[in-house]
Each structure stands twice: as C-alpha cells, then as structure tokens.
C-alpha cells in the first residue's frame, strides 16, 4: 500500500464514507496521514449507532454525532468540496408516532448546527447533501436554505431529504445546476421562491414535497424534472422550454399544463385530470403512460408522430366493457410506434375488446394500415384464461404484420406448465417472431428465463 502513488490512494479514500475511511487509517502510516487531505466528507448515522446513543447501558460510551462531524472538518488539511451527512434508510422509516425522541443530536438541518461548520468551507463547496432524521426535524422549520445560499456560492449540487424547509431569506444561487428536495415540508406554496433563486437549474428532484397549493416550474434551463406530488394541488403547471426528461407522478389535479417544446422522454402517472393540457410535442420519443382510466388520457393526449416507445400501464381493470379501450385507440393518437409496453392491467383490457371501432371509420382503418409499423411488444400477462390469452395474441400477430419481437412476462404465481404450455402455443402459431419469456411480480426484479426460443 505504501508504494501505491499518493494520488491513486487519495482517489480510493475519497470514495469512503467517514467510517470506512477512520478504518483505514489504522491500516498503515500512509493512509493515516492522508486521510485529512481528501476533499470530501461523507458521515452517515446507522440504525445500529441510533439504539446505542440511546440505551442507558452504552449512551455514555457513544460520541455525538454532531460533534463527530464538527471534528472531520476541524480536521480536515484541504478545502472541502463534496459533505454528505445524514442517516441510513432504517432510520429514516421510523415514524415519528411510533418514536418519542424530543433530542436534537440528529436533527442535521438545525440552523445553528448547518451555520457553524458551513460558514468555515462554504465557499468551496460544490456538492452539498443532508438527510434529516424525520423524528427530530418534522416539528422543528429549519432555515438551512437561506444559511446554504449565503456561504456557499459556488455550489452545483444540493440535496436535502426529511426536513421542514423555509424560503424566507433565500438569496438567489446562479451557479446550482442540481437540486433534490424528498420527503420535504416547503413553505414555498407556490414554487415562486424555487423558480426566483434557482434559475441555472438543469436537474430537479422534488420527490414527496408537501405543502404546495398551486404550484409553478418555470425554469428556461432545466433539462431533467422528476416530480412526485404528495398532496393534491389543484393545479400543476410546468413551463420548461429546454426539458429533455420528465417523469410526473400525481393524484387528480384539476388541471394539468404543460408546455416543454424539447421533450423527449415522458413518463406520467396520473389517476385523471379534468383538464389535461400538453403542447405540441414535437421531438418525443418515448412515452410510459400509467393511469386507472387510459382511454380518457389517450382521448386527451396530443395526435404525435414522433413517440416510437410507447408503455402503457394501469391498475388491474373494472368491469368488463366499461371502456372502448383498444389498440386501434392507441394507434390512432400515436401511429409510429415501433415498441410498445404493456402492463398487465393493460394487456387484460385490451383482451376484453381487442377491435373496438373509431369513430369516424376513417380513423379506425387508418390505424388498422399503421398498426404494421409495429415490431416489437412487451407484455405483462395474469393468465386467467389461456384459450382468450392465445386468441388474442392471434388477433395482435395478424394486425402487426411487421411485428418481429415478442416479450411475455407471464406472473410468478402462475404454473409453471401453463407458462410453459402457452409458450409452446406462441412459437407454434407463429414462427416469423422471436419468442422471449419470463416472469414478473409486483416489487420485485423482471426475471428473464429465455431470451431467444
């Protein structure tokens, strides 16, 4: 080890996180004295410490952690670009009704706390990401937005989960391309703050973030957007002109809008909207739709040309015949599909009523023409009925004419030997296809078991 060059070790010693890193110090005098020379601070709180710092038999054995971290940047012989502290996934699913902890040892938003340290390497810092404990910082507004944007004015990246954040003092921070807000209480019912301080944005996270009204992206920069609504606002508005990438995930807004002329993959989910509006996307490419009612969402969704990855999904469907819900439907909104995804609720709706007609007929024999272009499916299957399952693969095979590639992923609940059987059916009834199987269940990992037959 010590031969190693000194700038390959740095190089291993800055992946670490703290603990790792006060490990490998004890291994030799090379790493001991070059531990305090890396740029980057990552301290995590695990569960196992958590029960310690708070059993009467080994309370008194165990180090603050605050005071652990406040050491590591005393410390520290370099300036710090990267801090990451938090704690680990356990305890960040402990819930504040079941836990009384009224301390404030891992409330790591605190004002005081964030101020004390940040004020002495904030102005180097260029990634910055603090995950609160929600037991201790659920009840307590913390101002750590405000503290950041005065010390650190040259960060990129910045990353807080598990707080109850304020806006009030927030300086404007040009220079921040990347920000992620999860599981967050924001007192910015509108975004205007978000959108006033963050204009250099080109990525955002806001994941569960509470306390919005109506809320508003308008952002010129921004290229990736992942947002999931906690609550229901009545209205969700996105004005993005330079968005790549958006993946929405939503309740019911009322209304919905959307403008991002740049678009180029798209994933909604959304139970309805009574009123959905997208402009015109010209340059969309992939699409995964996720909804209890498609067909309402397909009725709504702008005629597009340029969508050649298509996922729909659903949850598993109601009555039979309670939607016109067919492939022609969804051929004749999006017409150059090449691959198409389908859920299982999906795919089990669509065997109720595979041909339902278009009106006006042009329409419906116009999709018929176009459903050729079609050459690849990937479908999610229950098996209920074999003989309807087989059926309908027939009616699909003789449509898409073009069709080259199909993918069941068929439930690990069901028999083997009927899997087996239906495959076996598949590659019989039509040889031109290459056949692909496996399995799937909710929560868990795709599980391919033939990739060619």
């Keep these: 080890m010590d031969h190693l060059p000194h700038s390959l070790l740095l190089e291993i010693l800055t992946r670490l996180d703290s603990t790792q890193l006060t490990r490998s110090k004890l291994t030799c005098k090379t790493l001991n004295s070059l531990s305090t020379q890396t740029p980057s601070i990552h301290l995590l ?36 670009e990267s801090v990451r502290i938090g704690v680990d996934n356990e305890l960040r699913r402990l819930d504040y009704d079941d836990v009384e ?8 938003t605190e004002s005081g706390f964030v101020e004390d340290w940040i004020r002495r390497i904030g102005e180097g810092l260029r990634v910055l990401s603090v995950s609160d404990f929600w037991v201790q910082s659920c009840w307590r507004q913390s101002f750590v937005l405000a503290i950041v944007s005065s010390y650190c004015h040259s960060l990129l990246e910045l990353e807080v989960k598990n707080a109850w954040l304020s ?18 209480r924001l007192d910015d ?20 973030v509470g306390g919005l009204s109506d809320p508003k992206i308008h952002l010129l920069n921004l290229k990736a957007f992942r947002w999931t609504v906690s609550n229901a606002p009545k209205t969700l508005f996105i004005c993005a002109p330079n968005l790549a990438s958006l993946e929405l995930k939503c309740f019911k807004p009322v209304i919905l809008y959307i403008n991002a002329p ?6 909604l989910s959304i139970e309805k909207a009574d009123q959905f509006r997208v402009e015109e996307l010209k340059t969309l490419k992939t699409l995964h739709l996720k909804s209890s009612d498609l067909c309402y969402l397909l009725s709504t969704f702008p005629y597009n040309t340029t969508v050649q990855n298509l996922t729909l999904d659903s949850p598993m469907c109601g009555p039979v015949g309670m939607t016109k819900f067919s492939l ?28 339902a ?8 024999l116009r999709a018929r023409s176009i459903m050729k272009g079609l050459k690849q499916i990937i479908a999610y299957l229950v098996l209920g009925d074999t003989d309807i399952t087989l059926s309908f693969i027939s009616y699909v ?57």
């Design 167 to 184: 806006v009030d003092g927030l300086n404007p921070m040009p220079m921040l391309t990347k920000l992620t807000l999860e599981f967050i």
């Design 357 to 364: 007609p278009l009106p006006p007929v042009a329409e419906s």
């Design 45 to 80: 709180c695990s569960y196992t410490r958590y029960l310690k710092s708070r059993s009467p038999q080994t309370m008194s054995q165990i180090t603050p952690f605050k005071t652990i971290f406040r050491k590591l940047i005393e410390n520290n012989d370099v300036q710090i």
């Design 262 to 267: 740049l678009l180029s993959h798209f994933h």
């Design 328 to 355: 022609l439907k969804v051929f004749s909104v999006f017409p150059n599909v090449s691959s198409l995804t389908l859920g299982s609720g999906v795919w089990s709706e669509l065997m109720m009523c595979p041909s």
């Design 101 to 108: 902890d009224d301390s404030d040892d891992l409330f790591l």
């Design 397 to 453: 095979l003789g449509k898409c004419s073009n069709l080259s590639d199909m993918a069941l992923l068929i439930h690990r609940d069901v028999d083997s030997s009927v899997a087996s059987s239906l495959i076996s059916s598949c590659v019989t009834q039509c040889s031109r296809v290459r056949w692909r199987w496996g399995t799937w269940k909710e929560g868990t990992k795709d599980c391919w078991i033939s990739d060619s037959i």
């Design 189 to 208: 019912e509108y975004l205007s703050r978000l959108n006033e301080c963050f204009p250099g944005l080109q990525v955002l996270n806001l994941i569960g």
